[in-house]
């Protein structure tokens, strides 16, 4: 493929200003909720493992990268499970109980996670089980916290306040057919909100930068090329598996990509392929290639937009191309994108 020369002084400024496009009247009343209001949100990814026992905590600790043993029940800390490599198998989130520990972990890592478990933690202290009939409900969006803090439920069904990062709101653990998943419908509904679809959900996560486990994080990544090590890691806790790794590079190195968001400012040629781009995509600077797409989407607030795997050299404004659509120009930004 030719090398295409730009001039940004030129034209950096215009597609700056480009990058707010108008608010789409046309857009679904699930994305409106997830923005502007409150949504319910039941992820098919997730899978729910409870692991239980007196010594559970202190194994998994040793496991896990987030210090679990410093968790109180109510309590919910983002983790790495990773190899002796350094390499991510799972990134749960690590809800404390009274009586156990709940994982909740992308569906694509469940295998890899149970082989870990079985090879790792003694069955006989610390006993694992798949909840099949569980399930993750979530309300997200700025009226979220408000709803969820009024809502009374039936049964005593965990909930776990999430992070800011991942958009705050609140996630509910609960049967998957019991009262209680209608009554957060219902609290949802008459608050003004809606029931987000599964489109509503990944344009609004790829515009917050939330990485898909098996997407946008597999086990070809180390845990700082993610941007989760400030929040899923802990420096002060004692050992666990793979952490000679993450330590070294934290103390001592730096990693050669980052995922990073990218957003298109100049419109597609007709010849170029529907949008989104592919995940697995080049991404080029100059005709040398810098990186990789993951995941992308067309957003009502933000265009065209993606996370990509980009050099670490690049920065904000860094004007990139996807090898599959040179006609088109992208600008390097962070996460989550704003207007």
Known sequence: MSTIAFDESEWRPALLKAMSPPHNPSISSGYEALTRGVAVWVEPDRALVRVEGPKAARLLGGLLSADVEALRPGDAALSFVLTPKGRPLAIPTVVRLEDSILLDVSRAALPGLLDHFGTYLPPRFAPVTVLEDAVRISLLGPGATEVATGLALAGDSP???????????????????GPDREAIEHAALAAGGAVASPADYEVWRIELGIPRFGIDITADNLPQETGLVPRAVSFEKGCYTGQEVVARIHYRGHVNRHLRGIRRVEPSSAQSPAWPIESG??????????????????????????????????VTGDVVVAAS???????????????
């Open 159 to 177: 909930r776990a306040a999430r992070d800011p990062q991942e958009g705050g709101g609140v996630d509910f653990y609960l049967s998957d057919d």
């Open 281 to 314: 995509t080049e991404i080029t600077r100059e005709g040398r290639v810098v990186g990789v797409l993951t995941s992308s989407c067309n957003s009502p607030r933000f265009g065209s937009i993606g996370l990509a795997y980009l050099r670490r050299e690049l």
């Open 325 to 339: 659509d040179p006609s088109s120009t992208w600008l390097v930004g962070d996460t989550p994108f704003t207007l």
